[in-house]
């Protein structure tokens, strides 16, 4: 099962002293999809990515569509965000990467949203000077889903600015996305990745252009069209909790 290739993060992998070169990334990646008999991707795009760019894979190749976050699901089924009004609720691991930074500077100041940082290994030097960003450090990732599921109504799936430019975003099935999702919340993600085309496709959530776009994407959803996001949301978060997407994949791959 592939957790990254780095081979395929040229752009935002080739930075920093403690970067293996991008062509010694090819060799390894090479060598160990060139040794399996069956590899797990994130996504289909991956999948044509993977035979594309490593024509000496002769693996049997699977697309995984969306990562599991096991979990019990904290749902509140009838739970609708204050007409007009939005918590947004980012979640990641912000080691070695400026997203934290550039959220902080970058998510737009409107008196209709709020929003709650649950980050992992950020520097507890960073000042936030915002009193409509909440910040968490180091949360329990088992505990996460229902945290956010009472706290949030929308959660947040984005990068920083070196790996958005990097197209690697078209292939990757993020796992903030699936930790959302188990919550039952609907997704905001960028136009053009893979997270935001999968989230508009079925239902659960929406493409967005820039940051600064959400207010506006969200002010255009109808109270209908949030009840019935909220319920696919639901049925997947259903799904993702209890291991369905991996269990079809492992079936897929026999």
Same mark, same amino acid.
Not at 29 to 34: I, N, S
Not at 140 to 161: H, K, N, T
């Given at each position: ?93 912000? =080691?070695? %990467? ?7 500077? !970058?998510?737009? @100041?409107?008196? #209709? +949203? ?105 002010? =255009?959803? %109808? ?7 909220? !319920?696919?949301? @639901?049925?997947? #978060? +259903? ?16």
């Amino acid at each position: 099962v592939l957790h990254d290739l780095k081979a395929l993060q040229a752009q935002a992998f080739s930075k920093g002293p403690s970067s293996l070169p991008v062509a010694e990334w090819w060799r390894r990646e090479a060598a160990l999809l060139c040794a399996a008999t069956t590899v797990i991707v994130h996504s289909e795009p991956m999948a044509k990515a993977v035979r594309c760019r490593f024509p000496g894979v002769t693996a049997k190749i699977v697309a995984l569509g969306l990562f599991d976050y096991l979990c019990t699901p904290d749902l509140k089924a009838e739970q609708l965000c204050e007409e007009g009004r939005a918590r947004i609720a980012y979640c990641g691991n912000v =080691a070695g %990467s400026s997203i934290f930074e550039e959220l902080l500077t !970058a998510l737009p @100041r409107t008196h #209709a +949203h709020s929003y709650t940082m649950y980050v992992a290994n950020a520097a507890r030097a960073v000042q936030n000077t915002r009193d409509d960003i909440a910040v968490h450090l180091d949360c329990d990732a088992d505990v996460l889903p229902s945290q956010i599921a009472r706290q949030a109504d929308f959660g947040l799936c984005w990068w920083a600015q070196d790996v958005a430019s990097s197209g690697y975003l078209s292939l990757i099935s993020p796992h903030k996305a699936s930790c959302y999702l188990a919550a039952g919340l609907p997704i905001l993600a960028p136009e053009n990745s893979y997270i935001g085309e999968f989230a508009e496709s079925v239902g659960v959530g929406l493409a967005v252009s820039s940051l600064s776009s959400i207010p506006d994407a969200l002010g =255009a959803l %109808s109270r209908p069209q949030l009840q019935a996001m909220k !319920a696919r949301c @639901r049925l997947l #978060a +259903h799904k993702v909790s209890a291991g369905e997407y991996t269990a079809a994949a492992l079936t897929a791959a026999e």
